[in-house]
């Protein structure tokens, strides 16, 4: 592996061209010539993209088709991923590892998933995703939320099931619909917040609740993180209910969010409510995105691209223009890697050299039309080169 | 050219394996050994697909990139898209050209395209998309629809245009907003239909107006198609306020819709309201889709993909399992053919053979990850194989 490489001629997020230079992994002032030069060629550099928000471990990335005649509701959904989990025999190693080195080429770095806890599987999952991450260590980042899909405290021994997680490897305590799936939106909430506190994880909700139901969760959240002073620990993730609410009251629960630097993970599902994308971010909120899951039970699209993210993000909100794309794509790097607490993240000098080249006119460009052959680069190491991944990376069995 | 071509081993429209015949154009039993013979690799068959609404003199695909900083009106969006026509030289014969030549590869085979109209270009777009159409006619099908985008009685002179580009080649009378754009609702739709009448020609109404202003636009259209006896010869696109209606209000409407067989044609797009896909085709309305603009001032992505449309349109709705990701598909097919009004569409015996092989296991996968290697056959001949284009098809300059 070179010690130090330098890429010349890219457009910092954009920006004006310059030579990125990066020594033992991290973005330097150059000092001397570079054991491996590559020609950037003008293409916008970017940070590692963030996946914050995945379901690796629910992929049928590779696998045969799911004849998907699930019906509408959540639950039926639920029962419907379980089942399908019980008879596909989805190995949570193997599908982590195969959507982990897709996403690799669109040059995602960094990601966090959540990754399913019950009963009937146990820990099983965690475990797999846990063994892929340690193979893949050199490629890229991976949060582990440990997530109780099919309810908590509902269902008797997924308490216990969620601190075994923790244990196994797991970095983060996730929750799932307080009121609407755990009909106890106090319990649930304490439960969550007492394991998060228990082992110093940060905590990261799936909150789906409508309207008002969904505010009054983000007031106990809001509350609990207040107490606990876990500013900058928490992520909701989805929380519909903010584009749901009457003007006065959305702005202040967003002013509340951006107080207690408690962030939101959206993904800009064209189905689902929109959020106030623009307000959430002039108000400070840090805002993050996510895939959600990619090609399982629940949707059967998707392909884990964060800079298409970007774009879905845009057209969910209406924005079209060059400032607003450059904005969707903030969300989808520097708002991402806010929001799941990454360290030395960026393309400044001190940061770790992680990046990706996108062959574009202009940044809104790249996010409107998400050119493929990108160059990607991890601390210094070239993985993947015009689309085409270096030799030597792992392969799943 | 093959006089006839034996297609093994697809599916149509994901159905059981078989074999399709193509003689002197048109779907055959087979009689003979065929000149031709591919295998169709157990290939999803469809008709071609069908584009109801674009804009073909209007993209900037293959041109410099368009610095987008439009505000957020639709009135924003017309002055901006009038001046970017002067200011960048939008050629609609080349551009037309070569959006047909990319959608082309995917399998979009039948086009209708709105075709501005205005004092500032008169009918030089018209012209110039005529001239296209003329230059493609053996690969596809294209309607042109003269319309009035900045505003018809509102512009003196831009009536006078219309006329002037139904005799210069347009097929069909398009109208804008009657009255949030043209501030009279009557006068223009009036106007519309007396064109339509004079030249015998079908109309197709771009309607936003929103909720019961677009209901208000959407009855006067209904009394004029009944007055007139214009069963299945208008459309109207977009249609919002369909999406924005208290339920009672929206059935009715939409079982008038059906009664008088005015077509409506929806891009699914992520921001303006949903349409009610499900109640609309099961009310028996004629529903379309379109990509609308492609890659220009109003919308910088796009790519003309009427397989990824069916996606846009469930993902929109919700709709995930495998029977609704085949409506989508079948909106993309049959109902944009009944929409806009195709002669011998579809894949039985007699129907000009024209079909693409879409490379996936279900009908539903074909919508849900639009694979690219299509291969494209209309009368019989090989336009696309497997991705790509066949030797001798022509070039724009």
Not at 265 to 272: D, L
Not at 294 to 323: C, F, H, S, V
Request: glycine share 12%.
């Amino acid at each position: 592996m070179a010690t130090d490489i330098l890429i010349r001629h890219v457009r910092p997020f954009g920006g004006e061209p310059t030579d990125l230079y990066i020594r033992d992994g991290r973005f330097a002032r150059r000092r001397s010539d570079a054991a491996l030069e590559i020609d950037g060629k003008g293409r916008i550099a970017l940070p590692g993209l963030v996946e914050a928000h995945t379901h690796l471990d629910k992929t049928l990335v590779g696998m045969g088709w799911f004849e998907n005649g699930v019906g509408p509701t959540r639950n039926d959904r639920i029962l419907a991923d379980r089942q399908a989990k019980r008879e596909l025999g989805i190995d949570a190693r193997r599908q982590s590892f195969r959507q982990i080195m897709q996403t690799l080429a669109f040059g995602v770095l960094h990601i966090r998933s959540h990754v399913d806890v019950d009963t009937e599987i146990g820990i099983a999952n965690i475990e797999g995703v846990v063994e892929t991450r340690n193979a893949l260590r050199d490629l890229v980042d991976v949060q582990i939320v440990a997530f109780p899909q099919s309810g908590m405290l509902m269902r008797d021994g997924t308490l216990a099931l969620m601190e075994e997680a923790l244990k196994a490897g797991a970095d983060i305590v996730g929750g799932i619909d307080p009121a609407s799936i755990e009909r106890d939106p106090v319990r649930h909430l304490d439960a969550i917040f007492a394991l998060g506190e228990r082992y110093g994880k940060p905590i990261d909700i799936h909150l789906h609740e409508a309207g008002e139901l969904g505010a009054f969760c983000l007031e106990l959240i809001l509350e609990r993180t207040r107490a606990l002073s876990l500013q900058g620990r928490v992520m909701v993730s989805h929380a519909y209910c903010l584009g749901m609410l009457e003007p006065g009251r959305q702005r202040s629960l967003i002013e509340a969010l951006a107080a207690e630097r408690i962030a939101v993970m959206t993904v800009g599902s064209p189905s689902a409510p929109a959020l106030p994308l623009r307000l959430m971010r002039q108000s400070g909120v840090i805002v993050a995105s996510g895939s959600d899951g990619i090609q399982g039970t629940w949707e059967p699209w998707g392909n884990g691209d964060m800079l298409e993210r970007a774009k879905y993000l845009a057209q969910r909100n209406g924005m079209a223009n060059d400032a607003d794309l450059e904005e969707t794509a903030r969300v989808c790097t520097f708002g991402g890697a806010e929001g799941i607490g990454l360290a030395g993240y960026g393309l400044s000098e001190g940061s770790y050299g992680d990046l990706v080249l996108v062959p574009a006119r202009t940044l809104a460009e790249a996010v409107a039309l998400t050119p493929q052959k990108r160059t990607v680069v991890r601390r210094g190491r070239i993985l993947v080169r015009d689309g085409v991944p270096a030799g030597g990376l792992p392969h799943v069995d």
